[in-house]
């Protein structure tokens, strides 16, 4: 009986260790399967952004309009190669990649993938004013991994209850004919 138990224990653990392993692995693929385009409009002002915070999923592409209320503003966004210049009353704004020494180029949007979580904040690239180095702002890129590594983790132990008692229903029913 003690060797059963035992590989009751072993299969227990091996399946909510595989289907934790599945849950995480399918939430890694949706995250990136399933990107959304979000439409996002910033309006700048002497000294802020609104909105001033900004929750996204890794993996989500932001398409970015920007515009300005009052005087030229920047829009530099940390972490992702994006500078952006905003003239008042105007529809089109100018971009950059800073990394390639790319030269402004206007546009009526621009699309950025954020593939990478944590928080990263966007600053007034473009002095406007006396209060110009606290025109500040924050994107924050959520993990969409836990939930269903989560849910893999629990099906796994449901499964593994299911095993142990099939099994233990067997192991009742042999007993008479092999005793320990
Ligand atoms: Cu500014």
């Given amino acids: 009986m003690k060797l059963v138990k035992?590989?009751?224990f072993i299969i227990f653990t091996v399946s909510v260790v595989l289907c934790g392993y599945v849950g995480t692995w399918l939430g890694g693929w949706s995250?990136?399967?399933?990107?959304?385009?979000r439409e996002i409009?910033?309006?700048a002002r002497q000294y802020a952004y609104d909105p001033s915070v900004i929750r996204v999923?890794?993996?989500d592409t932001l398409r970015f309009y920007l515009a300005s209320l009052d005087v030229i503003h920047g829009f530099y966004l940390e972490g992702h190669d994006l500078d952006g210049e905003i003239i008042p009353n105007q529809k089109a704004f100018r971009v950059r990649r800073l990394s390639n020494g790319e030269d402004w180029r206007e546009v009526e949007h621009v699309d950025v993938i954020v593939n990478r979580r944590g928080k990263?904040?966007?600053r007034c690239s473009h002095?406007?004013?006396s209060m110009h180095p606290f025109m500040l702002?924050?994107?924050?890129?959520e993990p969409n991994t836990p939930f269903h590594a989560g849910i893999g983790g629990v099906v796994g132990l449901?499964?593994?209850l299911l095993f142990i008692l099939g099994r233990s229903g067997r192991a009742v029913g042999a007993k008479p004919e092999d005793p320990d």
Avoid: M
């Fill in 31 to 37: 995250a990136t399967a399933d990107p959304v385009l």
């Fill in 158 to 160: 449901f499964l593994g």
């Fill in 127 to 129: 002095t406007c004013g």
């Fill in 120 to 122: 990263f904040r966007y």
């Fill in 41 to 43: 409009k910033i309006k």
């Fill in 57 to 59: 999923n890794q993996g």
């Fill in 137 to 141: 702002g924050e994107l924050i890129v």
């Fill in 6 to 8: 035992l590989q009751n």
